[in-house]
């Protein structure tokens, strides 16, 4: 199982950003995709989950309303729409997912199996 984070870089304020995750080796039809991201000497925060098994989209309080999550098929990947942006979303993006299938999808939870390389956001003027 492989997972590849791309699509970071520095936007201003109330800027936009697409992250992909690229998967490899699993089905994203039956596996669940998890983001994460972590913000200089901070924890780990699980901010949004997609799963195709169970038809479920989920985002954290914190980025509700500002990120989206969507599917290529075509490309068995998972991208992540950043809008909105603000100083306090500068982080390293994580997409992860487990080594078991339909995992159910919790847009908070830190805990998978196999993570992408990360792709790091600054949200800076």
């Known amino acids: 199982v492989q997972l590849q984070a791309s699509g970071g870089g520095l936007v201003q304020p109330g800027g936009s950003l697409r992250l992909s995750c690229a998967v490899s080796?699993?089905?994203?039809?039956?596996?669940?995709i998890g983001w994460v991201r972590q913000a200089p000497g901070k924890g780990r925060e699980g901010i949004a989950c997609?799963?195709?098994?169970?038809?479920?989209?989920a985002y954290a309080d914190s980025v509700k309303g500002r990120f989206t999550i969507s599917r290529d098929n075509a490309k068995d990947t998972v991208y992540l729409q950043l809008n909105s942006l603000k100083p306090e979303d500068s982080a390293v993006y994580y997409c992860?997912?487990?080594?078991?299938?339909?995992?159910?999808?919790?847009?908070?939870?830190?805990?998978?199996?196999?993570w992408g390389q990360g792709t790091l956001v600054t949200v800076s003027s």
């Open positions: 080796g699993i089905s994203l039809d039956h596996y669940t």
């Open positions: 992860a997912t487990d080594r078991l299938p339909q995992r159910l999808c919790v847009p908070n939870m830190i805990v998978y199996d196999y």
């Open positions: 997609y799963s195709e098994s169970d038809g479920r989209i």
